[in-house]
């Protein structure tokens, strides 16, 4: 604001300033014209009162010879004759003569000025008065008007130093009411924007005056009482918010878990048939034991056999509940390929899976990936049970075929390579016109009670919260690929793509 009232009192002093200067121009010309008319008087008094001559040798009268000891370029005719002042103006004589032929031919006082310029008043130069004498003869006189004016110009000097500083006290009276008026509450508008604070310790505060400002600083007031009511509106809408999230989240879990449980339900299912063979084996060399005939040799033999039996059994229990412990979403360093390995031998021995082929084709050189393991093993085991019920749906059991296949590719927005996972299946496959709505929750082509519809929704959202993409292309009738994409982790993110791996796992159940 200091550089604001610096400027304002700059301004004000300069307009002020101004408008003397203009108002003494305009004054200038008719005090100009006032004291011409007043000399111009003055000569005709005193040409008037000239005596008349006493003949041609008869001495210059008195009044005249002051009149031209005052004014040295001034002249004078009188008597038939011109009469100079000291520095002998031609200039002067010239025009004088032509003035006083003029009043002998018209008999009548004459007067006129001599001026470079007519509307110029410092191109003037001489005063011309003529006046017909009671002699029958004719006084003249001429002086400069330097001598006119000569009075005027230094009142001037006075008047400019009156007029300086008639400016000061206008611009100063001009600035003070300017800054009580205007200055000032804009000022203490600033102040209160600056220290305004939402708890009301330091309120916004209007001015009380009548004019635009106050009218400026109460409609401010409104609008921060309008801010402050939409922020409180806007404050509690984020709390409902909050809380509809935090349902949401929990509704998104319970969806997670409803499908993870639906597919590990389907496993445990397998996992009761895949356990009868070595229960049944281990409770006949249970029974073996019993017998009394047995020898030491064939005791430890049955016992290391049973043993072995009730280890394949505690091994696959171990993965079933691998299958059904809840990620908590914390991403680990882990190789993609073999949990995908692993994934397959287990897989391998379900009933969903008799019949088909299931391959293995690691293309990538490496599969290092960090995030959330237990979530990538559902989002691969639900691709799973799907293409197998797409096989099972196109009654293609016996000649069905299940590929998982790894490659490195680039990201499209030229972020970090990615593991690309391909499950693709030579199943019924899904018509073009719903392969946009495959990924909506409860979306299913399965027959009501074969599935939740949940599937391919919440493997999108995983694939998602690990920075990945997943997609899916189908053609009906002919199989369905579903594409995983997730960044590989940063040591791996400059290996190079290779050709087919050298490792290829095929089983058939």
């Known amino acids: 604001m200091k550089r604001i009232k610096l400027t304002l009192g ?8 101004a408008s003397m200067l203009v108002t003494n121009f305009v004054i200038l010309p008719f005090w100009a014209m006032d004291v011409l008319a007043r000399e111009t008087r003055h000569l005709q008094r005193l040409l008037a009162a000239v005596p008349p001559s006493q003949g041609k040798q008869s001495s210059l009268p008195p009044t005249l ?26 200039f002067c004589q010239q025009g004088l003569a032509a003035l006083v032929t003029m009043a002998a031919r018209t008999g009548t006082v004459q007067t006129t000025v001599a001026s470079l310029s007519p509307l110029d008043l410092l191109s003037l130069r001489h005063l011309y008065v003529a006046v017909p ?12 008007i330097a001598q006119v004016f000569h009075p005027l110009w230094a009142k001037e000097q006075v008047i400019a130093v009156y007029l300086v500083f008639n400016a000061v006290v206008l611009a100063a009276l001009a600035f003070f009411r300017l800054l009580k008026a205007y200055v000032l509450p804009v000022d203490r508008m600033v102040q209160s924007a600056e220290n305004y604070q939402s708890d009301g310790l330091h309120p916004f505060l209007a001015e009380k005056s009548a004019n635009e400002l106050g009218q400026l600083s109460r409609s401010i007031q409104a609008m921060v009482q309008r801010i402050e009511a939409d922020k409180h509106k806007l404050t509690e809408a984020v709390g409902e918010l909050a809380v509809k999230n935090s349902l949401l989240e929990k509704n998104q879990r319970e969806m997670i878990r409803a499908e993870k449980l639906a597919a590990v339900g389907r ?39 049973a043993l072995r039996e009730l280890e394949r059994m505690d091994g696959l229990i171990r993965r079933l509940l691998d ?7 914390a991403p680990t360093l882990f190789d993609a390929h073999a949990l995908l390995a692993e994934m397959i031998e287990d897989l391998a021995v379900q009933p969903f899976l008799k019949g088909m082929a299931l391959e293995f084709t690691p293309q990538a050189e490496s599969g290092e990936v960090c995030v959330d393991r237990e979530q990538l093993r559902q989002v691969i085991l639900n691709g799973v049970l799907n293409a197998a019920d797409a096989i099972d749906a196109a009654g293609r059991r016996d000649s069905g075929k299940i590929t998982i296949a790894t490659t490195r590719e680039n990201a499209p927005d030229s972020g970090p390579p990615v593991l690309r996972i391909t499950i693709a299946d030579n199943g019924i496959g899904i018509p073009a016109a719903l392969l946009d709505a495959v990924f909506d929750p409860f979306f299913t082509t399965k027959e009501p009670g074969a599935g939740t519809g949940l599937g391919l929704s919440v493997s999108l959202a995983l694939v998602e919260s690990m920075g990945g993409r997943m997609e899916l292309r189908s053609q009906a009738g002919e199989g369905t690929a579903v594409l995983i994409a997730i960044p590989l982790a940063a040591k791996e993110a400059s290996a190079e793509s290779v050709g087919p791996g050298k490792d290829e796992t095929e089983l058939r159940t």
């Open 10 to 17: 700059l301004w004000l002093l300069l307009l002020a300033g």
């Open 133 to 144: 004498a009671a002699s029958a003869g004719i006084a003249a006189a001429g002086i400069p």
């Open 65 to 90: 010879g002051a009149l031209l000891a005052d004014a040295p370029e001034g002249c004078v005719f009188w008597n038939e004759t011109h009469y100079s002042g000291q520095h002998q103006d031609t």
């Open 323 to 329: 299958y059904a412990r809840t990620g908590q979403g």
């Open 267 to 305: 496993l445990a299912a397998g996992l009761a048939h895949e356990i009868g063979n070595p229960l049944g084996v281990a409770q006949g060399y249970l029974q073996l034991l019993g017998m009394e005939q047995c020898t030491e040799q064939e005791r430890d033999e049955y016992t290391g056999k």
